[in-house]
């Protein structure tokens, strides 16, 4: 039997999603209370009245709840997941607006009804009095602090953190050029196709509750629900259905909508569901939004980096339910595979009178590619060097792993790396894509009045962040093997990926694993889905719980067949003599065996009953040490995160009339160690890079001055659809294993997005001649900054 | 996003129709436009009036020098009207830019000129055409040219109680003309960030004769230019008509938003009117070389 | 069209259509989204629901064979049509259609949210154009909106699903 680690296998999810039976959240509690929320219109403003008794006749009302209706710990604020010493203003909303509200789209009353549409109508007649505040909107206002997002907060500043290696400003006063760059980013968001939402059912008789939510994070829901609602956490159960896309919306938690319907469930005694449309989706949810850096950076002759400053502004929205770990991330993995001696960063967390900022796939790493490799091009662009040679002497090379860069990263453990061979990675790259045959195209492009342009963008990912997971493995007398994990699934193929695992590392085939994900019920310690980390995470956990198990399993064979374990193999679920196939035993029998009964339930189990034979009277059943059952719990947790890498080139041609840029080629080489699923992670690279352009070309959320977000729609915010993505990927990789779990890999989920920004931007530079400090660029946005280019030159 | 409650009604013929449509009454056809307003609660009509039973109404016709579409008419039908396109080339180079296929299966030429926005590519194409909307209600029948039709953005002259029937867009004349439509949208399917329609005829040496040009997304309504001062005596297959470029973007008064900058808007109506002239007469070459 | 009263007063319409080739029967009020009456008064829960603005086209079925948007069709307005979702697609015996199988095989979905919008789509599209170069694929899929493939191997299953098709077609006793 072939491995099943490195197959390109058939998803096991995919038969009953292109059926149509999914089941999604908004699939479940049919006959459920439907919620509805009241949401703020202004973007920052005190609530003076809330009038219902306009709502109170509306047909099929139930209930309706504000603030001075929540009691106990639901009346505080929301938790604030990730504390740090320097989040010294940390502000979190609270479920339904005490007095004020700081965003659009802030939840200010819930409206329970027997459908949707009541809800709304009863919504819609609700009469709120506010009295308008002024609100902050963008890095600009949020630094002048004219006006204050929350009262209490000085500057609007939730956090000023710095970290450093090095003497920096020493290192830049002696370096022989200095260069200083202003650039500027704007992410976007998430977007999955499938919104937010929950389905809560509360057991009178049996005092439990019961909760389905489009999450990433089962047991955060879990206990951050038990802890709002005051019940014991085995009173709650969380279950994630299929989810129809995370991409880093759905890690935060609690939503207010997550405690708010099961509380309400609880109070009418009836099942209530809360699915939240497209609009709430862009008002209430979670952006990952602008930053706005200063960089001075000293180098040699070389162009080698000798010391590295970045300043750098974060907009976090309204309230910081998250932290600050998307600007840690930029911080730290601004780094990239560069090697600075002195690196010295600084940044301030701002609020602002709009929605959340929490991460979104890149998580903060897109910003921070984007401002080290604009800084690298403008170096290479000063010094008359090619960009890649630069690159190159830069470069932590392969023989200086693990590497230890004197930071703390985003899981509180210090920034090393552990492996990667960036030198090798460039060199397939700019074999993939031509890099030193492209000059020559793009004099002969010129010739015919074509802009084309080439771009190159490196980054590191620092993956399988801890602080563990774990996975439950058990063989059923059937020979069927069941396995649990508590992260959750969004679409990226984990009941394959860690089924091949398991087969593997039992020996059984694909077809007779069946994997869980998300559900409290099945595994209940488990951190959650985000940072690229469930291949590592869960796939070793899965790993270690499967040798346990099978450990086990040789170990009864062993027993039953009277040879030593070490003589057994399993191969195609059945247990065997090394290289004798009419020795064996199918697993389902060893399973039967391993569980001494009384009682013989069926045929089968009739081998394991007490005077069925071959039993060693001088022994107890279950000896001291052991268990019934072939099972295998394990959990794995790493002392650090695993560090994966890749690099992208892009050829854009620019249409000189119309500033529209096109695709011409998209190249991706990466390295995430030895692929478990090599079409999944594929998947994964063609997802992530079509967000990586839509961000750069495409997206953005447009808040006006008053903090409205005027393009809170599919309509106007432009998600790409096949027309504005590449027309083809190509795609090099390299494996370098990660020495620091069981499985030697490394996480790939959000590779494809990290360099979008900065591979267009360099492209673009290239092809236009103008350099391209901030992102994104629409066709309009290039167009002016040609304008302005011109008119400078003119100037002159 | 639901819909807020409305009346509902359902009528099985024009007639019966006109008799529903009072002053409340928004009219249902294709909903694509409409639909959308209703789920998100920017329209709350108190009463609807489903006018996709009259079946009566889904004509595409080819005569009288006219090409007439019928209230019901969905996109996707004109798009697939051979006569249709013969007759009045435009109507399929405008067609192809509105949406997406799925939208233009339910979707109404007609009614996406009653929803008459500045954005739409079939407000344009009937500006230019000079052509005509007839609309009727129980007190009668009236035909408005379409430069009385389009008022403002989502506003047009149609009063409570009229039922728009059909709309009529002119053929092109036999020989010596043709028609072009550029447009440039942010994504493939989007409203235009800037659009244009072009009319080009020759003279009778031979030259250009003369042409005009309707945009898209740069005012309240449609706006339709006279070219011909700019073009008049040009050759006929030259390859650039900077003059036209040049009146647009003198003539044109765009507004920014989100997608781009008015600046941004007039340099692209320029390139546009050229790629359309450009088009335009390259058609009108052909019918005469044919 | 009749209609009565319904459960919070509101006025409802008995609407028939037939779906996947059965007659089924709502009484829903005339503000009834489509894509509501299928997914909670039909139970057809496979059409997926992203922006009710038409926009993603997550939501999209087939009326009377042609791809539409069901977030922008009141049900009342169907009245009388026939409908295929996506619970539609595959034979009675529970085989695959070509695109469906086409989809697993290339690796087309990844959430599967927006994909039965995205089969219905393709259904319909290459039983209008059965051998669809590049361009035409992609026209074909260009107004449903994916956030997680990338649509590269959405595009490879439209091929993919054009040549099962030719292949079924091919077989003996060939059927498609």
Same mark, same amino acid.
């Given at each position: ?293 200063? *960089? ?240 590592? @995470? ?180 432009? @998600? ?77 | ?206 030259? *250009? ?82 | ?176």
């Amino acid at each position: 039997m072939s491995s099943l680690f490195g197959a390109r296998v058939q998803r096991v999810e995919d038969d009953r999603l292109i059926r149509g039976h999914g089941a999604y959240l908004d699939d479940l509690g049919n006959g459920a209370l439907a919620a509805a929320f009241v949401r703020s219109p202004y973007a920052h403003a005190r609530i003076t009245d809330i009038d219902v008794s306009g709502a109170l006749d509306v047909p099929g009302l139930v209930a309706i709840y504000s603030y001075e209706d929540l009691t106990g710990r639901l009346a505080e604020p929301l938790p604030l997941l990730i504390p740090h010493p320097t989040l010294t203003h940390g502000r979190t909303p609270y479920p339904l607006a005490q007095t004020e509200v700081n965003h659009v789209g802030e939840a200010i009353a819930m409206v329970v009804a027997t459908d949707r549409y009541a809800a709304e109508d009863a919504a819609d007649l609700i009469d709120v009095s506010y009295e308008p505040l002024p609100a902050v909107v963008g890095i600009e206002a949020a630094r002048a602090a004219d006006q204050l997002v929350h009262d209490d907060v000085p500057g609007n500043l939730a956090a000023n953190s710095t970290q450093e290696h090095g003497d920096t400003a020493a290192a830049i006063a002696a370096a022989p050029h200095v260069l200083e760059l202003d650039l500027e980013i704007e992410r976007s968001a998430s977007t999955p196709l499938e919104g937010r939402g929950v389905l809560a059912e509360w057991d009178e008789k049996a005092a439990r509750l019961r909760l389905w939510t489009s999450t990433q994070t089962s047991t955060g829901v879990r206990a951050a629900v038990a802890a709002k609602l005051g019940l014991d956490l085995s009173q709650v159960d969380v279950i994630t259905p299929d989810v129809g896309g995370g991409f880093g919306v759905k890690i935060v938690h609690p939503w207010p909508e997550e405690v708010l319907v099961p509380w309400a469930a609880r109070l009418l005694g009836q099942p209530v569901k809360f699915t939240e449309d497209r609009r709430e989706h862009f008002i209430s949810s979670a952006h990952e939004r602008a930053q706005v850096h200063h *960089v001075t950076v000293g180098y040699d002759d070389d162009g080698r980096m000798l010391g590295l400053d970045v300043r750098f502004w974060h907009d976090n929205g309204a309230y910081v339910p998250y932290g600050i770990i998307v600007p840690i991330v930029t911080s730290t993995q601004l780094l990239g595979p560069y090697k600075p001696p002195a690196y010295r960063v600084e940044f301030d967390s701002l609020y602002t009178n709009t929605v959340l900022v929490t991460p979104y796939r890149g998580a903060g790493r897109p910003h921070g590619c984007f401002v080290m490799e604009r800084t690298i091009d403008a170096i290479a662009a000063e010094r008359g060097l090619d960009r890649a040679l630069v690159r190159e002497r830069n470069f932590i090379q392969p023989d200086e792993m693990p590497y230890d860069h004197g930071l703390i990263f985003q899981d509180g453990r210090p920034l090393i790396y552990d492996s990667g061979d960036y030198p090798a990675g460039l060199r397939k790259l700019k074999d993939l894509v031509g890099w030193d045959e492209f000059p020559a195209a793009k004099a002969a492009a010129a010739a015919e009045g074509r802009r084309i342009g080439i771009g190159l963008a490196c980054y590191v990912e620092g993956t399988g962040v801890g602080p563990y997971e774990g996975a439950h493995v058990v063989v059923e007398t059937s020979g069927k093997v069941k396995v649990a994990t508590g992260l959750t699934t969004q679409g990226q193929g984990h009941q394959t990926m860690l089924a091949q695992v398991v087969a593997d590392e039992l020996g059984v085939p694909l077809r007779d694993v069946e994997v869980v994900t998300g559900d409290t019920r099945r595994f209940s310690y488990a951190v959650g889905t985000f940072a690229s980390r469930t291949a590592v @995470m869960s796939g070793s956990a899965v790993a270690l719980a499967a040798r346990k198990a099978k450990e086990k399993a040789l170990r009864v064979a062993a027993d039953a067949l009277e040879v030593a374990p070490a003589d057994l193999e399993i191969t195609d679920g059945v247990v065997q003599v090394k290289g004798d196939p009419e020795s064996g035993i199918s697993l389902g029998t060893v399973a039967v065996l391993s569980n001494p009964l009384r009682y013989a339930f069926d045929e089968a189990a009739t081998a394991a009953t007490q005077f069925a034979g071959g039993t060693d009277m001088s022994r107890p059943p279950i000896a001291d040490d052991d268990e019934p059952g072939i099972e295998g719990r394990a959990y794995f947790s790493p002392v650090r995160s695993t560090f994966a890498s890749g690099m992208h080139a892009v050829i854009v041609e620019t249409d000189p009339q119309t500033a529209e840029v096109t695709i011409l080629r998209y190249c991706v080489v990466h390295d995430c160690g030895p692929l478990i699923n090599p079409r999944i992670v594929e998947g994964q690279i063609h997802g992530g890079v079509a967000q990586g352009v839509g961000g750069a070309l495409y997206e953005r959320m447009a808040y006006d001055e008053t903090g409205q977000l005027v393009n809170a729609s599919f309509m106007d915010f432009l @998600m790409p659809y096949a027309s504005e993505v590449p027309k083809q990927i190509e795609i090099d990789h390299l494996e370098t294993p990660s020495p620091l779990n069981p499985l030697g890999i490394k996480g790939v989920g959000e590779a494809g997005v990290i360099p979008g920004a900065a591979v267009l931007a360099a492209a673009i530079e290239d092809a236009e001649g103008i350099p391209i400090r901030s992102m994104p660029m629409s066709p309009s946005d290039l167009f002016e900054l040609r304008a302005a280019c011109e008119s400078q030159a003119g100037r002159r | 996003m639901k819909p807020s409650p409305f009346r509902y009604s359902r009528p099985e013929s024009v007639t019966e129709a006109l008799v529903l449509l009072d002053d409340e009454a928004k009219v249902l056809a294709g909903g694509q436009s409409l639909i959308p307003l209703l789920n998100m609660r920017l329209a709350a009509p108190e009463h609807l009036v489903d006018i996709n039973r009259l079946t009566e109404l889904s004509y595409v016709e080819t005569a009288n020098g006219a090409v007439r579409i019928g209230a019901l008419a969905r996109h996707a039908e004109v798009l697939a009207c051979e006569s249709a396109a013969a007759a009045q080339p435009l109507l399929r180079q405008a067609l192809r830019w509105v949406a997406h296929p799925a939208v233009r299966n339910r979707g109404t030429t007609v009614g996406s000129l009653v929803h008459g926005d500045p954005a739409g590519e079939m407000p344009a194409v009937l500006a230019l055409l000079g052509g005509t909307v007839r609309v009727a209600s129980i007190a009668g029948e009236r035909a408005i040219p379409a430069s009385d039709f389009f008022l403002g953005p989502l506003e047009t002259a149609l009063e409570p109680g009229e039922l728009a029937i059909d709309a009529e867009f002119p053929a092109l004349a036999r020989s010596g003309s043709g028609t072009g439509f550029a447009e440039i949208s942010r994504r493939r399917g989007d409203y235009a960030v800037c659009g244009v329609a072009a009319l080009a005829w020759l003279g009778p040496d031979g030259r *250009v004769g003369g042409a005009s040009a309707a945009y898209l997304s740069m005012g309240p309504v449609p706006v339709v230019l006279d070219l011909t001062e700019a073009v008049a005596g040009a050759a006929a297959d030259a390859a650039t008509f900077p003059a036209a470029a040049g009146l647009a973007r003198d003539r044109l008064d765009p507004q920014p938003d989100i997608h781009a900058t008015a600046s941004y808007r007039r340099h692209l109506a320029g390139v546009l009117t050229e790629r359309a002239l450009l088009a335009a007469l390259a058609d009108a070459r052909e019918t005469v070389a044919a | 069209m009749s209609a009565n009263q319904g459960a919070n007063g509101a006025e409802v319409h008995e609407v028939r259509l037939t779906v996947n080739g059965a007659a089924r029967t709502a009484n829903v009020p005339a503000r009834r989204l489509l894509s509501d009456c299928l997914r909670h008064d039909l139970r057809l829960t496979g059409t997926h629901v992203g922006c009710e603005h038409g926009v993603c086209g997550a939501c999209t079925i087939l009326l009377n064979g042609a791809p539409v948007r069901s977030c922008l069709l009141l049900a009342v307005s169907a009245d009388g049509a026939d409908i295929t979702t996506v619970e539609g697609l595959a034979d009675p015996d529970g085989t695959l259609s070509p695109v469906q199988q086409a989809f697993a095989e290339c690796h087309g979905l990844q959430c599967g949210f927006c994909t039965p919008g995205f089969l219905t789509t393709i259904t319909a599209g290459l039983a209008a154009t059965p051998n669809p170069d590049d361009e035409q694929a992609r026209d074909m899929i260009g107004g449903n909106l994916c956030r997680c493939t990338g649509y590269q191997n959405i595009l490879a299953a439209v091929h993919r699903a054009a040549e099962i098709t030719r292949e079924r077609a091919a077989e003996p006793g060939g059927r498609s």
